[in-house]
């Protein structure tokens, strides 16, 4: 949807130090209170059952915080975005990967929506997808 920084942040397989790590993210400054998007595509069908994702927060010294919600689609043969059939529910966690596992999909294009808080601004690390 929208970039501050490095697109390719969030797949250059870098681990961050912690969520502070300001060397390398993606982050949706100055976005507060919108829905952000990332939208991964494949030229063949994938399958895939879980998604990792490293939140970029730089609270104390920064405008982006953990954010509100997020959530996982694939695209449908159709074309059609859906949401996975996650087996457990979606957490948010600092300094560490935030993993949901899903009924396996296969599909060529999956999207990660991230709804920030309503006065932040939020980022992301790294994505892991399996």
Not at 82 to 110: G, H, M, Q, R, W
Request: net charge negative; aromatic share 12%; hydrophobic share 40%.
């Amino acid at each position: 949807s929208f970039v501050h920084k490095s697109l390719n942040a969030v797949k250059d397989q870098v681990l961050p130090q912690n969520s502070a790590d300001g060397s390398q993210q993606l982050d949706f400054w100055p976005h507060k209170g919108t829905t952000e998007w990332l939208q991964f595509e494949w030229p063949q069908p994938q399958a895939m059952s879980s998604v990792k994702v490293y939140w970029f927060d730089d609270t104390g010294h920064g405008e982006c915080h953990l954010p509100a919600s997020w959530r996982v689609l694939y695209r449908t043969a159709e074309g059609e975005f859906k949401p996975v059939n996650n087996s457990s529910p979606y957490c948010i966690l600092k300094d560490a990967f935030s993993a949901v596992p899903f009924e396996p999909v296969t599909t060529d294009a999956l999207k990660i929506e991230i709804v920030l808080q309503d006065k932040w601004s939020a980022g992301v690390q790294e994505i892991v997808i399996e």
